[in-house]
């Protein structure tokens, strides 16, 4: 009897374990699903930082057009700026900050000491792949260096601003 149960338990593991983590090419094919382990370098060298990792990927609701170009193309911040970090979890935050100085016709914002405005956009990359955008911050900068972030509640009106290179009212 113990003969028959030890082969039946390392088949049900075994069969278990197939079914339960899906192969690496279902996993990137998912549109939300990125690899947090870097790509292309199978494992030969260093994995490519998670901020092109997040540049190359696409949001569920932009198919046609990744991250980075979105991003890196939205003619209303004259600096951006991305930068990574890796969480306790182990799960990967790529911020990404954009800015511009405040206006010369900005009276109201000069009187205030408003140096500079802009959003900020946290990104998270848990270990299993998945991604997304979980924060988005209005930013303030003043002539002394001070800086104030505010949350937005409406990550999909300034992401849908980015992608369509629509000013953000901040």
Do not use: C
């Amino acid at each position: 009897m113990r003969i028959m149960f030890v082969p039946f338990l390392l088949v049900l593991f075994v069969v278990s374990g197939v079914f339960a983590s899906p192969s690496p090419e279902i996993m990137m094919n998912r549109p939300s699903m990125i690899s947090p382990h870097g790509g292309g370098t199978g494992g030969l060298g260093p994995a490519r930082p998670m901020a092109d990792v997040i540049k190359d990927a696409t949001l569920p609701g932009y198919p046609n057009k990744k991250i980075g170009d979105a991003f890196e193309k939205y003619g209303y911040f004259k600096e951006k700026h991305w930068y990574e970090t890796r969480g306790a979890a182990g799960n990967f935050y790529v911020d990404f900050r954009g800015s511009s100085p405040t206006g010369w016709f900005d009276f109201k914002g000069r009187r205030a000491g408003i140096a500079e405005k802009g959003v900020v956009l946290k990104f998270v990359i848990y270990p299993s792949g998945e991604y997304g955008i979980v924060m988005a911050s209005r930013t303030v900068q003043t002539k002394d260096g001070k800086t104030t972030a505010y949350p937005i509640s409406d990550i999909k009106g300034v992401v849908d601003a980015i992608y369509a290179n629509k000013k953000l009212d901040l």
